[in-house]
């Protein structure tokens, strides 16, 4: 039986394993940012605006709720990085000029806080330090306010805003061309004529604040500075993915285990129930002795709490040890300036749980059905197998059958509920492996859709703020730009019925080559000259259609309040936000012909050569290359998908070789008697091979199936849990996802196959001429 | 002995050491033996004679530890597992002491699940009709007697038209009413088809059917008889 406990430990450590796993990495990360945070005062409430006179700040300070407030200014500056040609933009945040910044504080891991009394000191963070390999010391030049500086680095530190650095809009984090820096509040008050003034409000608040207020009473001081609106903690964008990467890892520490442990009932109970069917003289010799229906029940409830141990335990090591690598390579993408890989006693008490009740179940009916049987009636051979024709064969196709397909349909047909479990648990397998590589499709389908179909630029360029559409003559003169198109991007907040959202309305030419909007079914869609289309997940949201009328409040310039026909929603994966036609949305802001950026067709040869045009170009703010914004994508998910494709892996190959391996013994046991004498008869080992190893492919080839089709329901599920306004993961599963589910439960179905042939080879032939059945 | 046939088995000096554990068990120490086309021959023996491992190696199913064993002049003690499966499948049937019907099939397909590999057999209820079972073809293992599963098994046997019939306790399992229908089939197959038969009993009352008598005892034959008068499996009694 070493065999079959065998098979069964390995599910059970697998399904411990993967719930140790995602729980443990889960709950340290949850914990190290909650210490993070605490320990380095995180905000509650982020403001950003133009400019507000520093007399403000009580005001705010006066709101009731609001606990700490610190008033910073924070702009984007061009970086300049000797040895690296491309574009790259820094994020500058000021500290106080006495040293240590009240709220958001930094954690220093090398150097010191910059000299106030100097105005080209910087700290930089870990992130863009490591990607550049800088050192306390180094210099890298800066754009400020129009005027080159160069700055030397004198620390290198962390922060809880920014533990994970994205650029806005950008689609994954770029450590190359995007870095946070901190200077001195004189510094930069001074470089961006900021004395007196602030542009940035960070602020904690009392527990007992009323959120929804605080951030209202924060807009009416505000709102006439510039102000974008208060946004809470929730919604900071370093916050905020991570949460969302929390919540896709609860899903899968609940998801996954599950799958493993109903595995694991099923063959502990196919186990069990043969053990104790071979055993019932046993049962029955012991019960005559006076043997209670206790006793017996506790007998056996011993060998399965052995084999959930070796589970529980091996699970439980392979989850710390999973976890932890997990953790590491979670780290980084996400940085902590520590980690606390943390296995709560709740968590180990929650795995012996499910194991336990995954036993019971598995054996409760088994082992009651053999403790009430009178002990006279059990020594009593069991009755022979009653059989009949399948039902298959009622259809006519016996006459095609041999003798050896009959006795695998009949074989199949007599335990239905077994061999449909046993189709289940195949296909979960399938379904497993699938899942694992439906992330990877859906991200490159993603990639696709988005820069592929939709956006066609090699390039963006943004300018430090609305600027004439004349600027774009210059932009197509220069040497390397094939084409360009112009841009607009406004903030905004949409509303309808009850509920808003705040954006960005982006204005397109008419006919560009370069924006695409895409309808559901990825066929363009072509800006009307008037009205707003909107990503169908904000769409959805809101509650909004085509046809309705969408209020828009813009939340620059004019400010304006206009209700705009929605007229059609456009499919994204990444964002949300609404397109006009630019000239609609100059009308709307009433500001003339104004444009934020160019989309740029470039000349690669002539990259560089743009590069340090643009960057001395005070009115450019930065660029966006297309081809960048692809590898870096793909090379941060690359690790994390590694891994889990690696897990997934083993786990699907775990359950399919349980399940496949198990039923084959227990096949090969049962049946021994029946294929021994078909050896004695002539059969060939081949073809007896063929009888109970058959059995299993039909099986499988069924179960690959439903796997197939279970999986994508999986996939279905875990795309809709996970859909957020910051992406949509689309269901899209390749042909070769398939292929390689199918591959690992064949391969893995294989190995146990080859291991259970060798036994049947070795039949004893000589003991079935002499036993009963 | 009958020289005019053709001998079929040829044994000599066969041995067969089994070990079990420490001990060794000499199951037969150096049998010579010959079995002849169209006989009938019982194996006679207590328990542990050696008469089972006799029969055993000469069906391919054991090997020996030392000695020789030919079929129709084909060495049996150097033929392989291909080999030896080989000639199981087209020149041995084999009855066993507790049927070993395969319980998913019915009667008839029980019967064609040995044709369907034969070389040239007769159908399979053409070999039912020879044990009188033509109205139960289509019943299974677990709707049949004992007598009938046994009387399936023999047509299993018969039905690849087998040189060697070798039945290892035929009428073992059942009782003597039983088991007097089971010998007159075989009785009928051997005297019908002519297919040599060797019957492994320990009940001496079956003896009296044979043309040869061959007592085994502690791995030796002791004594090889022929009745000159053969009962008929209908008048045997015990």
Redesign the interface.
């Known amino acids: 039986m070493k065999g079959q406990v065998f098979a069964i430990t390995l599910v059970v450590m697998s399904g411990v394993a993967t719930f140790i796993m995602f729980a443990t990495t889960m709950n340290s990360l949850s914990f190290t940012r909650n210490k993070f945070y605490r320990d380095y005062n995180f905000a509650d409430v982020f403001v950003n605006l133009k400019r507000a006179p520093e007399g403000l700040k009580d005001k705010i300070k006066n709101i009731n709720g609001v606990n700490q407030l610190e008033t910073r200014v924070s702009v984007y500056a061009k970086l300049d990085i000797k040895g690296f040609s491309e574009s790259v933009t820094g994020k500058i945040i000021s500290i106080p000029d006495d040293g240590t910044p009240l709220l958001n504080r930094l954690y220093i891991r090398k150097g010191r806080l910059p000299d106030p009394a100097k105005d080209n000191e910087v700290v930089i963070n870990e992130t863009f330090a490591q990607a550049h390999n800088f050192k306390l010391g180094d210099q890298f030049a800066a754009v400020i306010n129009g005027k080159w500086k160069n700055l030397t680095i004198t620390g290198i530190a962390l922060s809880p805003e920014f533990v994970l650095l994205m650029k806005p809009w950008a689609m994954s984090p770029d450590f190359k061309r995007y870095g946070a820096l901190w200077m001195s509040r004189k510094a930069v008050s001074k470089a961006y004529d900021m004395d007196g003034a602030f542009n940035d409000v960070v602020l904690t608040l009392y527990p007992d604040a009323q959120l929804a207020d605080v951030l209202r009473d924060i807009d009416n001081i505000l709102g006439n500075y510039g102000g974008y609106g208060a946004y809470a903690r929730k919604d900071q964008i370093s916050h905020r993915l991570l949460s969302e990467e929390f919540k896709q890892l609860q899903m899968s520490s609940k998801i996954y285990p599950i799958i493993f442990i109903c595995v694991a009932a099923f063959l502990i109970n196919v186990v069990m129930s043969r053990t104790i069917n071979t055993q019932r003289e046993q049962i029955a010799t012991l019960k005559a002795f006076g043997y209670r229906n206790l006793d017996v029940g506790l007998h056996y409830t011993k060998l399965v709490v052995l084999i959930i141990t070796a589970g529980l335990l091996s699970g439980i090591a392979a989850g710390i040890w999973f976890g932890k690598m997990l953790g590491g390579i979670y780290m980084e993408v996400y940085r902590f300036p520590y980690f606390f890989y943390k296995v709560y006693p709740g968590v180990i008490v929650t795995a012996v749980l499910i194991s336990i009740a995954s036993a019971l179940a598995g054996t409760m009916h088994t082992l009651w059905r053999a403790a009430k049987q009178p002990p006279a009636e059990a020594m009593r051979p069991e009755p022979p197998a009653r059989y009949r024709v399948s039902l298959i064969e009622k259809t006519g196709i016996n006459r095609w059958l041999t003798q050896p397909s009959r006795i695998i349909l009949r074989n199949i047909e007599r335990k239905p509920i077994r061999t449909f479990l046993s189709v289940i648990g195949i296909a979960a397998a399938c379904a497993t492996m699938l899942s694992s590589g439906f992330f990877k499709d859906a991200i490159s389908f993603m990639v696709r859709v988005q820069y592929v179909l939709s956006q066609k630029e090699d390039m963006t360029l943004s300018f430090e703020e609305p600027t004439s559409r004349r600027a774009i003559y210059e932009i197509r003169e220069l040497e390397g730009v094939r084409y360009a198109e112009t841009y607009r991007t406004v903030p905004v907040k949409f509303k309808f019925g009850q509920r808003s959202y705040k954006t960005v309305i982006n204005g397109i030419e008419p006919d560009s080559r370069l924006h695409i909007l895409l309808d559901k079914n990825l066929k363009n869609i072509t800006i009307p000259p008037s009205g707003i289309l909107i990503t169908d997940h904000l769409g959805e949201y809101l509650g909004v259609k085509a046809g309705d009328l969408l209020t828009v409040e813009v939340l620059e310039g004019s400010k304006a309040i206009r209700q705009i026909p929605v007229v059609a929603l456009a499919k994204q994966y990444l964002g949300v936000m609404g397109y006009m036609n630019l000239d609609a949305l100059n009308r709307l802001m009433n500001e003339g012909e104004a444009i934020s950026g160019a989309y740029l067709v470039t000349d690669s040869n002539y990259q560089s050569q743009l590069f340090q045009k643009f960057i001395n170009m005070p009115q450019v703010s930065g660029t966006v290359v297309r081809n960048n914004e692809i590898r870096n994508f793909y090379d941060v998910q690359a690790k994390g998908m590694l891994f889990f494709t690696f897990i997934a892996t083993i786990l699907a190959s775990s359950i399919a070789f349980g399940v496949v391996y198990n039923s084959a013994r227990i096949s090969l046991s049962e049946r021994s008697r029946e294929l021994s004498s078909l050896r004695v008869l002539g059969y060939t080992r081949g073809e007896i091979a063929y009888i109970l190893l058959g059995e299993l492919g039909l099986i499988i080839l069924i179960a690959i199936p439903l796997g197939f089709i279970i999986g994508y329901g999986l996939c279905a599920y875990v795309a809709h849990v996970t859909a957020s306004d910051l992406f949509r993961v689309p269901l899209v599963i390749e042909l070769h996802t398939y292929a390689q589910a199918a591959v690992v439960v064949l391969i893995s179905a294989l190995i146990s196959g080859m291991i259970v042939r060798y036994k049947l080879d070795h039949l004893d032939l000589v003991e079935v001429l002499k036993t009963r059945e | 002995m009958n020289k005019s046939k053709e001998k079929y088995f040829h044994v000599r000096d066969l041995a067969k050491i089994y070990k079990m554990g420490e001990v060794e068990v000499h199951a037969l120490r150096g049998v010579d033996m010959e079995l002849y086309a169209g006989e009938l021959v019982v194996l006679l023996g207590p328990s542990g004679s050696g008469k089972?491992t006799l029969l055993?190696i000469m069906?391919g199913?054991?090997t020996a530890t030392s000695g020789f064993v030919s079929y129709r002049g084909k060495d049996l003690t150097k033929a392989n597992e291909?080999e030896l499966?080989?000639y199981?499948?087209?020149h041995?049937g084999?009855v066993?002491?507790?049927y070993?019907l395969?319980?998913?099939?019915t009667a008839r397909?029980n019967v064609?699940?040995?044709t369907?590999?034969?070389g040239n057999p007769m159908a399979p209820e053409d070999a039912l009709a020879l044990v009188g079972l033509t109205n139960r073809l289509d019943h299974?293992?677990?709707q049949l007697s004992g007598g009938e599963q046994q009387r399936v098994a023999i047509a299993?046997a018969i039905s690849?038209n087998p040189s060697v019939l070798l039945c290892?306790e035929p009428t073992g399992?059942l009782d003597s009413q039983t088991g007097i229908v089971v010998l007159k089939a075989l009785e009928r197959i051997n005297h019908e088809l002519g297919t040599a038969t060797a019957i492994i009993t320990h009940n001496v009352d079956i003896a009296g059917m044979a043309d040869r008598v061959i007592h085994l005892s502690n791995g030796k034959i002791v004594e090889a008889t022929v009745n000159k008068v053969k009962k008929s499996a209908g008048d045997l009694q015990w």
């Open positions: 089972s055993n069906g199913l054991d291909k499966t080989e199981r499948r087209i041995v084999f066993f002491q507790f070993n395969i319980s998913s099939l397909e064609a699940v040995v369907e590999i034969a299974f293992p677990a299993r690849k290892d399992a």
